[in-house]
């Protein structure tokens, strides 16, 4: 599976799901994720995120970023269709710990 971790939190771009062929993206107030049972793997979208959010699994230390993702998949609703980024993106894009900060 692809995951979105913490790059996507204060920018939300969301080119990602314009995509994404299963629409298996959800969206909270500052980010969004992918369901890792709906995604297909294709990887279309991981380059399409300007703030090089999204990661496959195979990487190392990964399995937090699956389960978050999982976790809040289940609970936001689906996001279909690109909308404007968050006011600050482009100003929090790249910031270290925005999970931290930002996530809540
Ligand atoms: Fe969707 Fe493919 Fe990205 Fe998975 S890898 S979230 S199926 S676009
Ligand atoms: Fe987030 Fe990147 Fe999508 S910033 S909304 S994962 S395009």
Redesign the pocket.
Known sequence: T?IVNDACIACKYTDCVE????D??YEGENMLV?HPDE???????EPECPADAIRPDTEPDMEKWVEFNRKYAEMWPVIITKKDPLPEAEERDGEAGKLEKYFS
């Open positions: 692809y995509v994404c062929p299963v298996c993206f992918i995604c297909i793997d294709c990887g279309v979208c």
